[in-house]
């Protein structure tokens, strides 16, 4: 039966639960512990899928077709554990299963209240899979005192209640300011975030206090006393270069000892943190920089591409350089020359994206990588505009375009290149959609394998012909358009195993340009870099050295 560590925030928001989750993880398997990581939403969407990217950041998608919150994704690159649908949870599904529940009549008349039919159906979430690891990690988005995050708050209470002593224990981040003026170190909003949590009846056992600096042995003394915790269980999560020395700087803190100590798990094993050492040698000690193009247009959040960002820094370790990465709105170049806004970068990455706005600058981005020998990673969205620029100006499609644009606008202005996804094979069912549906149920979404040609570059990228990577998509690339492209010279070079849906095409006579209808960069690890994006950057770095 797994041991449970719930993770609760405090003060303010955006202190990085997260990343103090994912971290702990990671040093719970260093000392030879299974681990697995769940987030619990307070908001009442059902899931991240229909909020705009500037609301939430980027929508994580895992193996089974779940759409999460980015915070899952840092417990994959951090771990190495596939996320599951049963990995998040927000309010929005909890009362949504609740009222179907109770328009089924499964609760036989009664009154439904928050307690118990809200905070049972919580819990019998956090409990899934219990018996398949050591230790089940439970973040709880938001902050303390936020009305709609108490019934998580009760559940975890309940729930630590539930099972025997020592089986559960409580995490809680906050922040401490510095007071310039002052010189001083603020522990006073921790102490008001601790009595909040303790009035709910929620005691923690160990406080992890995010700080510009060290925290002196008074201010822990003072924070110890005060929100009844060890010494040693005051942790200062501290502001780093990268996030990737997390892991080694939580451990050096005494976090994951902290853990074991308050589980009374003694003697605690060895950790073996060779794997962290390496990631941080391979991030610091680099043997040059390399200039990355994101042209996108949610470029001014860039938790929007959370993932595409991590997945560079990881193919810049795999190639021990630095990935400078510069984010290129594209609709500044819509309606003009975007060579002076793309001049000067070893590499251009166009990412996925929703709707028409920018779309005609990253067309114009991919025709500046086609034309000018830049290495170009579309993805998604970025794929798609890499074939309506290859059916405009190599094909002789003057008026391709995509067939989102069109129902976008109410009639139709382009060839659709590009197509509404009306129909697909998942597992050994079919599936059907209509553009009218709910938009939270239109697209193509979890993983699915494709075949690669033989010989082709990203074949040899990946070493291997049979893939399979995750979809997130309501449009697909028109497969009656690929004679007419392939004589272009457009490789399609990637195929669903019906051959019906297009999963990847290159230009064989480019130094690198690859679409992807998938989302590659959901599978990267800092430690295990996705095939694309290595090679990505090592053609970028083959450009460098030239320029």
Same mark, same amino acid.
């Given at each position: 039966?797994?041991?449970?560590?719930?993770?609760?925030?405090?003060?303010?928001?955006?202190?990085?639960?997260?990343?103090?989750?994912?971290?702990?993880?990671?040093?719970?398997?260093?000392?030879?512990?299974?681990?697995?990581?769940?987030?619990?939403?307070? +908001?009442?969407?059902?899931?991240?899928?229909?909020? *705009?990217?500037?609301?939430?950041?980027?929508?994580?998608?895992?193996?089974?077709?779940?759409?999460?919150?980015?915070?899952?994704?840092?417990?994959?690159? #951090?771990?190495?554990?596939?996320?599951?649908?049963?990995?998040?949870?927000?309010?929005?599904?909890?009362?949504?299963?609740?009222?179907?529940?109770?328009?089924?009549?499964?609760?036989?008349?009664?009154? /439904?209240?928050?307690?118990?039919?809200?905070?049972?159906?919580?819990?019998?979430?956090?409990?899934?899979?219990?018996?398949?690891?050591?230790?089940?990690?439970?973040?709880?988005?938001?902050?303390?005192?936020?009305?709609?995050?108490?019934?998580?708050?009760?559940?975890?209470?309940?729930?630590?209640?539930?099972?025997?002593?020592?089986?559960?224990?409580?995490?809680?981040?906050?922040?401490?300011?510095? /007071?310039?003026? &002052?010189?001083?170190?603020?522990?006073?909003?921790?102490?008001? @975030?601790?009595?909040?949590?303790?009035?709910?009846?929620?005691?923690?056992?160990?406080?992890?206090?995010? &700080?510009?600096?060290?925290?002196?042995? %008074?201010?822990?003394?003072?924070?110890?006393?005060?929100?009844?915790?060890?010494?040693? @269980?005051?942790? !200062?999560?501290?502001?780093?270069?990268?996030?990737?020395? !997390?892991?080694?700087?939580?451990?050096?803190?005494?976090?994951?000892? !902290?853990?074991?100590?308050? #589980?009374?798990?003694?003697?605690?094993?060895?950790?073996?943190?060779?794997?962290?050492?390496?990631?941080?040698?391979?991030?610091?000690?680099?043997?040059?920089?390399? %200039?990355?193009?994101?042209?996108?247009? $949610?470029?001014?959040?860039?938790?929007?591409?959370? *993932?595409?960002?991590?997945?560079?820094?990881?193919?810049?370790?795999?190639?021990?350089?630095?990935?400078?990465?510069? =984010?290129?709105?594209?609709?500044?170049?819509?309606?003009?020359?975007?060579?002076?806004?793309?001049?000067?970068?070893?590499?251009?990455?166009?990412?996925?994206? #929703?709707?028409?706005?920018?779309?005609?600058?990253?067309?114009?981005?991919?025709?500046?990588?086609?034309?000018?020998?830049?290495? +170009?990673?579309?993805?998604?969205?970025?794929?798609?505009?890499?074939?309506?620029?290859?059916?405009?100006?190599? !094909?002789?499609?003057?008026?391709?375009?995509?067939?989102?644009?069109?129902?976008?606008?109410? %009639?139709?202005?382009?060839?659709?290149?590009? +197509?509404?996804?009306?129909? =697909?094979?998942?597992?050994?069912? %079919?599936?059907?959609?209509?553009?009218?549906?709910?938009?939270?149920?239109?697209?193509?979404?979890?993983? $699915?394998?494709?075949?690669?040609?033989?010989? @082709?570059?990203?074949?040899?990228?990946?070493?291997?012909?049979?893939?399979?990577?995750?979809?997130?998509?309501?449009?697909?690339?028109?497969?009656?358009?690929?004679?007419?492209?392939?004589?272009?010279?457009?490789?399609?070079?990637?195929? @669903?195993?019906?051959?019906?849906?297009?999963?990847?095409?290159?230009?064989?006579?480019?130094? =690198?340009?690859?679409?992807?209808?998938?989302?590659?960069?959901?599978?990267?690890?800092?430690?295990?870099?996705?095939?694309? #994006?290595?090679?990505?950057?090592?053609?970028?770095?083959?450009?460098?050295?030239?320029?």
């Amino acid at each position: 039966m797994a041991r449970y560590i719930f993770i609760t925030g405090g003060v303010v928001s955006s202190l990085g639960k997260g990343l103090a989750s994912a971290a702990l993880g990671a040093l719970l398997q260093a000392r030879g512990f299974s681990v697995r990581l769940r987030k619990l939403d307070p +908001y009442l969407n059902v899931d991240p899928g229909t909020m *705009s990217p500037f609301e939430h950041g980027e929508v994580f998608v895992t193996d089974d077709g779940a759409e999460t919150d980015l915070d899952l994704g840092h417990y994959e690159r #951090f771990t190495g554990v596939a996320a599951r649908n049963t990995d998040s949870i927000s309010s929005g599904r909890v009362y949504s299963t609740v009222l179907e529940k109770e328009r089924r009549g499964d609760y036989l008349g009664k009154t /439904i209240q928050v307690i118990p039919h809200v905070t049972n159906e919580i819990k019998d979430f956090i409990s899934i899979g219990d018996d398949e690891v050591d230790f089940m990690l439970c973040e709880i988005g938001g902050t303390v005192g936020d009305i709609e995050g108490l019934p998580f708050f009760e559940a975890i209470r309940q729930f630590s209640q539930d099972k025997p002593r020592g089986q559960c224990i409580f995490m809680h981040l906050t922040l401490l300011p510095y /007071i310039k003026a &002052s010189g001083e170190l603020k522990t006073k909003p921790t102490q008001h @975030s601790v009595k909040e949590l303790r009035s709910i009846g929620i005691a923690p056992d160990i406080l992890v206090c995010r &700080s510009e600096g060290p925290i002196p042995v %008074k201010e822990r003394e003072k924070l110890a006393l005060f929100c009844n915790v060890r010494p040693e @269980s005051v942790i !200062a999560a501290q502001d780093l270069s990268t996030i990737y020395d !997390a892991p080694l700087a939580y451990h050096r803190e005494g976090m994951d000892q !902290a853990v074991l100590d308050a #589980f009374q798990i003694s003697p605690a094993p060895k950790p073996d943190l060779t794997k962290w050492e390496d990631v941080s040698d391979r991030i610091h000690n680099t043997d040059g920089t390399v %200039k990355v193009a994101i042209v996108g247009k $949610y470029t001014q959040l860039e938790d929007a591409y959370k *993932s595409i960002a991590e997945a560079l820094t990881h193919g810049g370790m795999a190639n021990r350089v630095r990935v400078k990465i510069e =984010w290129v709105d594209a609709e500044l170049f819509e309606n003009e020359d975007p060579a002076p806004h793309l001049e000067g970068f070893h590499a251009i990455l166009v990412p996925g994206g #929703f709707g028409e706005r920018g779309t005609e600058g990253k067309i114009k981005a991919a025709e500046f990588a086609r034309t000018r020998k830049v290495p +170009y990673l579309g993805i998604c969205l970025g794929m798609q505009m890499a074939v309506i620029e290859a059916a405009r100006n190599v !094909a002789g499609l003057a008026t391709a375009g995509s067939e989102e644009f069109d129902h976008e606008a109410g %009639k139709k202005r382009f060839e659709p290149v590009v +197509y509404h996804l009306k129909e =697909w094979v998942q597992g050994n069912h %079919k599936v059907e959609r209509k553009v009218g549906d709910d938009k939270g149920g239109t697209m193509r979404l979890g993983a $699915y394998d494709a075949v690669l040609t033989a010989g @082709s570059r990203v074949a040899d990228a990946y070493g291997k012909t049979q893939i399979d990577e995750r979809h997130r998509h309501r449009y697909e690339v028109d497969i009656k358009y690929r004679e007419q492209l392939e004589k272009a010279g457009l490789n399609f070079s990637g195929m @669903s195993p019906d051959g019906r849906l297009p999963e990847i095409v290159e230009w064989p006579d480019h130094p =690198w340009f690859i679409g992807v209808q998938f989302h590659p960069e959901l599978k990267s690890k800092p430690f295990a870099p996705h095939p694309l #994006f290595e090679d990505f950057v090592r053609a970028a770095k083959d450009v460098s050295r030239l320029v």
